[in-house]
Structure formats: structure tokens, C-alpha cells
């Protein structure tokens, strides 16, 4: 899998959510890269494989916005959604 940006995802009542990836993802890697926790302590946490963490800090790869979730609360960040605004507004 590989980084979103900006992608567009359909919510509930054909609301529809933008979600920048790509800076989480940047977030996310230097958070692990400064060692703030392992990445075997950040798998057992969250239950996302090891090797996937590997992945996503050495090649670049994404996670889903689950995974993402998880190992961004046991890195003690946040993601956060929110509605997109409309052109001219």
C-alpha cells in the first residue's frame, strides 16, 4: 500500500472527508525514527506487525487509516478528520 494524498473518502450521508496521508505519514516515521518507542514495543501495542512498521519507515509505504490511528495514539499522536471546505466559502 502506498500513501494517499488527499484522498477523498465517502462518509455517512454522502458527506465526504479529506484526508491528507502523506504528512501523517511523515509524522508517523520521524516519531518512530527519533526512537521514541521501538518498533516491537509499538507492534505489541497496537497489534500491527513489526514488518509492516518496517515497511512503512524504510520504503516509504502507508497504513490504513486504522493502523494509522493505532500507531499514532502509542506514539501520543492524534489523527483528526474533518469536514472539507467548499470551494469559495
Known amino acids: 500500500m502506498t500513501p494517499a494524498t ?3 473518502l465517502p462518509h455517512g450521508g454522502g ?3 479529506l ?3 502523506a ?3 511523515e509524522q508517523i516515521r520521524g516519531a518512530i525514527r527519533q526512537g521514541r518507542k521501538s518498533r516491537y ?3 505489541q501495542e497496537t497489534g500491527v506487525p513489526q514488518s509492516q ?3 512503512v519507515v524504510n520504503n516509504g509505504y502507508g497504513l490504513s487509516l486504522r493502523a ?3 500507531v499514532a495514539g502509542s506514539l ?3 489523527v483528526v478528520l474533518r469536514r472539507r471546505r467548499r470551494k469559495g466559502r
Open 53 to 55: 512498521l518496517c515497511r
Open 68 to 70: 494509522l490511528e493505532l
Open 23 to 25: 504528512s501523517a505519514m
Open 76 to 78: 501520543g499522536l492524534e
Open 19 to 21: 484526508i491528507i496521508m
Open 15 to 17: 458527506m465526504r472527508i
Open 6 to 8: 488527499g484522498k477523498d
Open 41 to 43: 514495543q509499538i507492534s
